[in-house]
């Protein structure tokens, strides 16, 4: 009989990041510490809110100049007039507005709550906006991690986002490099033998669930997670890989058509 397993663990000692940091050389002195090196095939998922913070991309709040339409959004919404004027600023369109949400489209193209703006992990008054190119971000780690570790490895930054249609949030890729982000197995055969017509998966996505389960979401103060043994990663591998494979073209959402 033939196990799977894999195995997923946090790194301790990752510092509180501020724009100073350089947040590369942050992971490699925690892996070094911690004694467990890097392996080919080693996936290290990152918190977005360590990238913003080690990039110096805050929102200041209270700088903030808030505009007739920010406020009428926070009277429908109830949100507090100084984030709405942020989700503006970090949208490119505006999805659906209701109680305690708004649901907008980024300007890196994800359809999520609140613009991915993230208020918790920060001092007062501040607030972290997505990652402005998480791709890049995970390509620069990943390029100074192989080369310090001699491993062929693969980093994605996650995001903790909603789901449509369901409750309760779970860890989401926003930015990958080394791997392909979905995974298609169209044409593969399934038990029965039946070939598969549309299936493809969201490996970066399920890979980052995972990660989130380890990373918590509120004072856990573990950031970066290393997932061991995914026995697929060679034939995901992809030095060119981004993020974008997995957002769905607006024209081809039938839920804002």
């Not at 507090?80 to 600023?89: G, H, K, T, Y």
């Not at 369109?93 to 949400?101: K, L, Q």
Request: charged content about 30%.
């Amino acid at each position: 009989m033939i196990i799977m397993s894999i195995e997923l663990f946090g790194l301790e000692d990752i510092p509180l990041i501020d724009g100073d940091s350089d947040i590369s050389q942050i992971i490699k002195q925690a892996i070094e510490k911690q004694g467990c090196g890097l392996n080919h095939g080693d996936v290290v998922l990152i918190a977005e809110t360590l990238i913003s913070k080690a990039e110096d991309n805050f929102i200041h709040l209270d700088d903030l100049e808030l505009s007739a339409f920010a406020m009428e959004l926070a009277y429908k919404s109830g949100k507090d007039p100084r984030l709405v004027e942020a989700i503006l600023n970090e949208s490119n369109e505006i999805v659906r507005i209701g109680p305690n949400f708004i649901i907008t489209e980024t300007k890196q193209g994800f359809v999520c709550a609140n613009a991915g703006i993230d208020e918790s992990n920060v001092g007062d008054g501040l607030a972290t906006p997505m990652p402005k190119d998480a791709d890049k971000s995970a390509r620069e780690i990943r390029e100074y991690l192989e080369d310090e570790f001699g491993e062929e490895i693969a980093v994605i930054i996650t995001d903790t986002q909603g789901r449509a249609f369901r409750f309760g949030a779970i860890g989401t890729a926003i930015g990958c490099s080394g791997i392909s982000p979905i995974w298609k197995r169209v044409g593969e055969k399934d038990l029965y033998g039946r070939e598969l017509e549309t299936t493809e998966i969201a490996t970066c996505d399920e890979l980052s669930a995972a990660a989130s389960l380890i990373m918590g979401q509120a004072d856990e103060g573990l950031p970066v997670v290393i997932i061991r043994g995914f026995d697929s990663f060679d034939i995901l591998r992809n030095p060119d890989s981004n993020i974008k494979p997995v957002l769905m073209p607006k024209e081809a959402d039938v839920f804002r058509k």
